[in-house]
């Protein structure tokens, strides 16, 4: 079985899918962090953005990312090193939706993904796992909420509890500029599928929103297996 959980930057999709995973005894895969890898990879590599564009297979294969299955999910590698918490930092999240918007990019790493889906349950994540990497989803599910409630997440997961308003509005043009080239570029761009259910998490705690999607695999799961 599979669930792909879409939906706009910092609405919780990965720590969502996660506790989703680790309820249902699914594996947890975590697509955004792959285009996190090969953006940090890149920086590295002392490639500039202005020439992601123009990045070949090759090029890609050299930047030495991949993923291994390690715990509930997989970690992320780049050289062999786990760089987990690097890919999360500030510069890469500035970055990371420029590399995404490369086709060669997208190309590279849709196999990627779906070879890690092979013989699993899984709860995958990102901006289209519903509508490009997995169309044949059990379940899909679009995650949005509130842009400032975004913000305040965001930015609580990286230790600032009470912000001013000026860090907040900061955050949420941050955000909004990342849903802008997420939503504008020409592949994959981010959209709920058709197919998809969507869930409004700004007035939900996070185990009320873990356990709407739990329910709704577990009623998906009862109707695949009686017919
Ligand atoms: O956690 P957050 O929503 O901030 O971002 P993420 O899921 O780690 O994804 C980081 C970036 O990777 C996104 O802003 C997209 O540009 C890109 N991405 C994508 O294009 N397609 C996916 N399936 C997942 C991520």
Do not use: C
């Not at 953006?39 to 090759?58: C, K």
């Not at 050289?79 to 987990?84: G, S």
């Not at 509005?169 to 997420?182: G, K, Q, W, Y």
């Amino acid at each position: 079985m599979i669930i792909a959980i879409d939906g706009p930057a910092g609405s919780g999709k990965s720590t969502t899918a996660r506790a989703v995973a680790r309820r249902l005894g699914f594996r947890h895969l975590d697509s955004g962090a792959f285009y996190r890898a090969l953006t940090y990879a890149a920086l590295r590599a002392g490639v500039p953005p202005e020439r992601w564009d123009d990045l070949s297979p090759a090029e890609l294969d050299r930047f030495a990312v991949r993923a291994e299955p390690a715990g509930e999910g997989f970690r992320l590698l780049h050289d062999a090193l786990d760089v987990t918490s690097e890919i999360r930092s500030p510069e890469v999240n500035a970055r990371v939706s420029h590399m995404a918007r490369v086709p060669a990019v997208r190309d590279w790493l849709l196999r990627r993904l779906r070879q890690a889906a092979r013989g699993v349950d899984l709860v995958a994540d990102g901006r289209d796992m519903g509508t490009v990497v997995f169309p044949d989803a059990d379940l899909k599910i679009f995650l949005t909420a509130d842009p400032a409630i975004r913000a305040r997440r965001r930015l609580a997961e990286h230790g600032i509890v009470e912000p001013d308003d000026g860090t907040l509005a900061a955050e949420v043009e941050r955000l909004r500029e990342r849903d802008r080239m997420d939503t504008e570029r020409s592949v994959a761009p981010l959209r709920m599928a058709e197919d998809a259910v969507p869930v409004d998490t700004t007035a939900l705690t996070f185990d009320e929103q873990v356990e709407r999607i739990v329910r709704l695999a577990e009623s998906r799961g009862d109707r695949s297996r009686t017919g």
